[in-house]
């Protein structure tokens, strides 16, 4: 009729941007790896009497080479415990909503949680002490978890103009994969610090850096699987809008 308005088409409410587009196949991969080296690990001490082989071998190496370093040793166990995790663990759900990697954040928070939760009330508790053995490390699986989080957040450069006044830094890749890598080098050296003072055998440490990046894995593939169906589901809505 004349004289009224068309009106104007409602835009579909934005949907988040996936965590893992491109790296599905390498990811899936390396969380079945996370699965098996933890098992595995967990298979192996409960089969040892004594002192298990690569322990004997490679912590009293660790502790020789570390104890050069003593700053070190007074530093590094602090960093992974309660206090300054959950400071990182801010910071970084901080940088995604910094710039509107509102999944990102997601997965920094719930990640560490899970991570965190998972070896010290279920794994360290029921499988260490059933094979005797202070398995899996708390501090490993937090510090990798974080470092992997790290990961899945910077994999891509922030979308669109979020971020960029804020972190512009953040677009260039090879400042992306410094922050990475710095961050995989912390949570390893925490880790080879917890064998270093004795508070863990390095099979500790490797099964919390498997635990650790494992959740973080595989919390982001179900965050991915929500944000897939949500995205499936307001296709379908608008078609039949539409129609």
């Known amino acids: 009729m004349r004289g009224e308005t068309p009106r104007r088409a409602s835009s579909p409410e934005p949907v988040p941007r996936q965590l893992l587009p491109r790296y599905r196949r390498s990811a899936a991969s390396l969380l079945v790896a996370c699965i098996a080296i933890t098992a595995g690990l967990v298979a192996y001490l409960a089969g040892q009497n004594g002192l298990a082989w690569p322990n004997a071998s490679f912590d009293p190496w660790i502790q020789a080479e570390m104890g050069h370093f003593p700053f070190l040793l007074r530093w590094l ?12 663990t801010l910071a970084l759900m901080a940088v995604g909503a910094a710039t509107r990697n509102w999944l990102g954040a997601v997965l920094a ?21 059933h094979i005797d053995q202070a398995f899996p490390s708390g501090h490993a699986a937090s510090m990798f978890a974080l470092a992997t989080s790290c990961a899945v957040l910077l994999a ?5 103009t979020h971020g960029r006044r804020i972190l512009a830094f953040l ?7 410094l922050l990475v890598l ?13 064998v270093a003072v004795a508070a863990h055998a390095v099979t500790d440490t490797v099964g919390g850096a498997a635990v650790g ?7 982001a593939f179900a965050l991915d699987l929500v944000t897939g ?3 499936t589901d307001s296709v379908h809505g608008d078609d039949e809008h539409m129609a």
């Open 229 to 231: 169906q949500v995205e």
């Open 109 to 129: 928070g719930l990640a560490e949680a899970l991570a965190v939760g998972l070896t010290e009330y279920v794994l360290k508790p029921y499988v260490g002490g």
């Open 182 to 194: 710095l961050a995989l080098l912390l949570a390893a050296a925490v880790s080879a610090a917890q």
């Open 77 to 88: 166990p602090d960093v992974g415990t309660l206090r300054p995790v959950t400071l990182m």
């Open 213 to 219: 990046v494992g959740v973080v894995l595989a919390c």
């Open 156 to 160: 891509e450069p922030p979308h669109g």
């Open 171 to 177: 677009k260039f890749r090879a400042v992306r994969l």
